[in-house]
């Protein structure tokens, strides 16, 4: 059997794709797998490292839903990555086609349907996508990862089935996480992720703001590629690092973490929420993010910030109160477990194959 997956960009779209191909695995280990992503292939090429994929990348196009001179250039640029993608399919000859929403997926499912390939899209944030949108009359099926989403979509293909988690997020370890970080044990540890492409007004939130957080707690930064500008702010030598881009090290970094700040790309969200973190989510102003946020916030499964009415002294305290209080802790942690599925992965896989 010959499966493509197709997504990236962002670690978003790849993340439950590797959930999908994971458990298809378990069933039917003979599958070979090609990633197809995007030119520049950030994050997807670090995500598959460790996995037996080969890796294409096509030409793509950003669909957006608001008048820009940039939609006419990336017209041209999805029909280039239509060709690319028609002569990677004939070579490969896969059975079927999995996408996960990113715009990449967007000429690798239009030559797959073109090719006659059953095609496959999941639908991860609350919002549909335009790409998806779009594909949706061409696939057998939609998965969506939230019921508020089901709406969007023909009711005869689409499939509620929550949001599949890597089985890697399960496996991280305390006492290595400590040694790799160099942390404290006694001392609240701080996770803030800038997500995988970064977010360099978040990412100057926290740097702002290092010398008073560092008083009570220990920071690990993500920062996302390309956007650690740190040497721009004084920060403090103890108490605080910072990485870009972290793989086979999240799950580790994970079991450390009293508090989670992260911007709302669903994929993590889905991912703390399996592991029951308390989490402070900062959603991108004016984006689709806001939707996922006040889904969360709804559930009692999160703390939601504001960017555009944050100041420093109020994300200060909030963080404080938050890293203080235990009660509220475990209350965050309870409500986010409900909010995902495990078996998710299973699901899908059960309905493609």
């Known amino acids: 059997m010959r499966i493509v997956l197709t997504g990236g960009g962002s670690g978003g779209p790849v993340a439950p794709l590797l959930a999908i191909a994971e458990e ?19 994050p997807e090429k670090e995500m598959i490292k460790g996995y037996d994929f080969e890796f294409r990348s096509v030409c793509a196009g950003k669909l957006r839903r608001y008048f820009s001179w940039q939609n006419f250039l990336d017209i041209f640029r999805i029909k280039i990555g239509f060709f690319q993608s028609f002569f990677i399919l004939k070579k490969f000859k896969p059975d079927l086609i999995i996408g996960a929403g990113g715009y990449v997926g967007v000429p690798v499912i239009l030559a797959g349907w073109f090719l006659k390939i059953p095609l496959f899209i999941h639908q991860q944030d609350i919002l549909s996508t335009l790409s998806n949108k779009i594909l949706s009359s061409f696939v057998k099926k939609i998965f969506i990862s939230f019921k508020p989403s089901l709406k969007a979509f023909p009711k005869n293909k689409t499939i509620f089935t929550g949001h599949p988690v890597r089985g890697m997020i399960l496996k991280g370890n305390k006492e290595r996480a400590i040694s790799l970080f160099n942390l404290e044990k006694n001392k609240p540890v701080l996770i803030v992720l800038g997500g995988g492409m970064g977010a360099t007004s978040l990412n100057e939130l926290i740097w ?55 911007r709302a790309g669903i994929n993590i969200l889905a991912e703390l929420a399996v592991l029951g973190k308390p989490i402070i989510i900062i959603p991108i102003p004016d984006s689709h993010q806001e939707a996922n946020a ?52 299973e699901k899908i896989v059960e309905e493609i194959i």
Do not use: M, W
Request: aromatic residues 8%; glycine residues 4%.
């Open 294 to 345: 006040k889904y969360f916030q709804e559930k009692n499964a999160a703390v939601v910030l504001n960017q555009k009415e944050l100041t420093n002294g109020k994300l200060v305290k909030e963080i404080k109160e938050l890293i203080n209080n235990k009660e509220k802790q475990n209350q965050l942690s309870e409500n986010i477990k409900k909010t995902v599925f495990a078996d998710a992965a």
């Open 208 to 262: 702002q703001n290092t010398n008073e957080l560092t008083k009570f707690c220990q920071i690990v930064h993500l920062t996302g590629k390309e956007k650690n500008f740190s040497i721009n702010y004084q920060l403090p030598t103890i108490n605080y690092q910072s990485a870009e881009f972290l793989t086979k090290e999240i799950p580790d970094l994970f079991t450390v973490a009293d508090l989670v700040i992260t």
């Open 24 to 42: 298809i695995k378990k069933t039917k280990p003979e599958v070979n797998f090609l990633f197809i992503g995007t030119r520049k292939g950030r």
